[in-house]
């Protein structure tokens, strides 16, 4: 039998799970009526609660936050356990024939519907999202933009629970083949660029944006149309606005 | 300039405007009533608690099972857990991000434990390095300003004050995911010398994670 001394030992190994998955088992046996053993264990996980914020944070992939969200929701709309086997009787029943054309018809109708449905939820999810910030936004900023003949505008919603911009762009054509229409955050120690803008006539162009890492305070936003391509950081194109805060 | 998402998750800090520090975006108040929302079953709230925790899950993730697409499940495992048991959440006893980054972390090493997983972690771990030079210079634009940031620095300076000999096998043990054995096996040293590394290295990591043990992102 393991002595008390050797879970004393092991319990930051238990905490950090290095034991031995034999070891670990055994812990766990221990710990169910070690009192001490318990509240030291969790005083462990307490002192090292952030420790797994040493690694690298991974961007997510487009999509992904969205999809982490249904999935997580999903689950709660899961197919009961009674689905399986009433699949494997309708399996049968396919086998037998006589029903597989009204089975196969309904399940179809069910799955596009299920499609359909998702697809709905996600876009749902995406616009309460957007919707969110524009409501939430504790400070609103607006600029009228005159490109050519085209009179648009830039406004910026700044959400300060959720910590995020949604820059709203309309009114402006489509850049002109090899150009971008480039945002940049005005900072107090120079303009850092940002992302460039899906303009088109007719449909309003929304980011939604991080404030940028370099230092300095953000003071406003501004809009020029850049070279495709170009890694400048600094602009070099003409300003379409420049909006301060 | 990598193309960001425009629907990806940013880091916009009110405290960027007040010239305060960046990145401190999870008050105490604001966790407790996004923990309060998501009991409430807000699904708004779950959207935040995404969008905040998914880079730092998704390291934890990654970093172990070296699969983005397996990382991303048990991340979604993680915010499946924490939809539907929030209410078995002991706000006394820990804190919502360190609780979803405990059960990545246990997930992720559930499945390291794996035969098949463990065979290719092996073939992985030949080409080991240790942290580099441990820098926590951002990679991507605006990533300094992603909530969290402050503690990924002060984690690391933590690692950073510890012997080269004691971060390789704290790298090995908690962010590889691997056994004392499976460690002094890779590294060709005893039993023993690994857990006596490990236990000086988290003596002394106690002492250096003592001033973020209440933080809050």
Request: hydrophobic share 40%; glycine share 8%; charged share 25%.
């Amino acid at each position: 039998m393991t002595s008390h001394e050797w879970f004393i030992e092991h319990r930051t190994a238990f905490v950090i799970r290095t034991l031995e998955p034999d070891e670990e088992r055994s812990f766990r046996e221990h710990l169910a009526g070690c009192a001490e053993c318990r509240a030291e264990v969790e005083r462990s996980e307490r002192e090292l609660a952030w420790l797994p914020m040493g690694v690298a944070p991974v961007t997510p992939r487009p999509g992904l936050t969205r999809s982490l969200v249904d999935g997580a929701l999903g689950a709660r709309r899961r197919s009961p356990g009674w689905l399986v086997p009433v699949s494997l009787a309708a399996s049968l029943l396919l086998a037998v024939g006589s029903w597989f054309w009204a089975w196969s018809t309904v399940r179809g109708f069910e799955d596009s519907v299920s499609v359909e449905r998702e697809r709905l939820g996600r876009e749902l999810a995406m616009t309460r999202d957007t919707l969110g910030i524009i409501r939430q936004a504790g400070m609103v900023r607006h600029a009228d933009i005159t490109m050519g003949e085209h009179k648009g505008g830039l406004i910026i919603f700044a959400d300060t629970e959720t910590h995020r911009w949604n820059v709203m762009v309309y009114g402006l054509p489509a850049p002109l083949p090899g150009q971008v229409c480039q945002f940049w955050f005005i900072t107090d120690s120079g303009m850092v660029k940002s992302v460039p803008v899906q303009t088109q006539m007719g449909a309003p162009a929304f980011v939604t944006l991080g404030m940028p890492s370099a230092p300095g305070k953000v003071m406003g936003a501004a809009l020029t149309m850049e070279s495709e391509g170009s890694s400048n950081p600094a602009p070099q194109g003409p300003q379409l606005v420049h909006l301060m805060l | 300039m990598p193309e960001p998402d425009p629907r990806s998750p940013g880091s916009f800090s009110p405290d960027r405007l007040d010239g305060g520090p960046a990145g401190r975006l999870l008050s105490l108040e604001r966790e407790a009533s996004l923990q309060a929302r998501l009991l409430a079953r807000d699904e708004r709230a779950l959207v935040e608690l995404v969008e905040i925790a998914t880079p730092w899950l998704l390291g934890v993730a990654q970093g172990m099972l070296s699969d983005r697409d397996e990382a991303e499940e048990v991340v979604q495992e993680a915010f499946t857990i924490a939809w539907r048991r929030v209410d078995l959440f002991d706000r006394e006893s820990g804190r919502l991000i360190p609780w979803l980054l405990r059960i990545t972390r246990n997930r992720a090493i559930d499945r390291l434990r794996g035969q098949r997983r463990r065979v290719l972690k092996a073939r992985r771990l030949e080409s080991f390095q240790v942290f580099g030079d441990g820098s926590t210079a951002p990679q991507e634009p605006d990533e300094a300003a992603r909530p969290g940031w402050h503690v990924h620095e002060t984690v690391h300076a933590a690692l950073r004050q510890l012997p080269d000999e004691q971060r390789t096998v704290v790298h090995l043990a908690y962010f590889e995911g691997l056994t004392h054995s499976e460690i002094a096996g890779q590294l060709g040293i005893p039993l023993g010398t690994v857990k006596t590394r490990l236990r000086l290295a988290f003596d002394k990591l106690r002492g250096g994670l003592a001033s973020i043990r209440d933080w809050v992102l």
